[in-house]
């Protein structure tokens, strides 16, 4: 069964904190994907990665880094959140070159104060 | 780069009605479509997808339809079930493989 593992379903955090939000997947798929999800926006792509040690600017990278030392991992970093970084955050694989589903995480909503 | 727009934002059918939710898209180069289903709480996951070189698909009670002249497709749920609440977003993959835009999503309410 296909499984792509969040780390955390809520977190609280304070402005300027460092937050780690790390993704697995079980799949060897070579595609992996960070989405924001918030009401009214749908889901807005943050970063993509191709394969390990690569990654990709999505539509709203801004404030937001990304890593892929492994095949399974990739994990989103917020250097210093902010509240406006309150959201909830999806982690997404694919496998090949195109026209694949998406497989996502259950999702990681994170609270920023 | 690709823009997706979805309509309605929200949408409340009798059980046994139809529903349908219409999207249109920019990117002309955009060749597959999926849609996914988000019920409360839970990931969203595909329950049908459509490639440039067809027109229609169908499965089940669901079916997704494509004209790439007028840059749009919609889905179509026949014989909704209480079920079938949930958010739907549809996609287009844009100008990277793999890179997908998202509508805004349709919240579908069934009342039995």
């Known amino acids: 069964d296909v499984k792509v593992t969040q780390s955390s379903r809520y977190l609280v955090k304070r402005t300027g904190e460092k937050v780690f939000l790390e993704c697995v997947q079980d799949m060897d798929h070579e595609n992996m994907f960070w989405y924001r999800q918030d009401p009214g926006l749908g889901l807005r792509l943050i970063y993509f990665?191709?394969?390990?040690?690569?990654?990709e600017k999505g539509d709203i990278p801004e404030g937001y880094s990304v890593s892929r030392e492994k095949k399974e991992r990739f994990s989103l970093i917020l250097e210093s959140a902010s509240t406006n970084q309150t959201s909830m955050y999806l982690c997404a694989s694919s496998a090949g070159q195109g026209g694949g589903e998406l497989f996502f995480g259950e999702g990681s909503r994170l609270t920023v104060l | 780069g690709e823009n997706v727009e979805q309509h309605p934002s929200t949408l409340s059918v009798q059980e046994g009605d139809s529903a349908v939710i219409k999207c249109t898209y920019s990117d002309s180069a955009s060749n597959y479509f999926p849609w996914y289903k988000q019920e409360l709480g839970k990931r969203p996951q595909l329950i049908i997808d459509?490639?440039?070189?067809?027109g229609e698909k169908k499965d089940q009670r669901i079916a997704v339809t494509l004209n790439k002249t007028a840059k749009h497709f919609s889905l179509h749920i026949t014989e909704t079930q209480p079920e079938d609440s949930a958010v739907y977003f549809c996609a287009a993959e844009g100008d990277s493989w793999g890179k997908f835009q998202f509508g805004a999503g349709t919240q579908v309410v069934v009342t039995p």
């Open positions: 990665s191709y394969d390990v040690k690569m990654k």
């Open positions: 459509i490639r440039s070189n067809v």
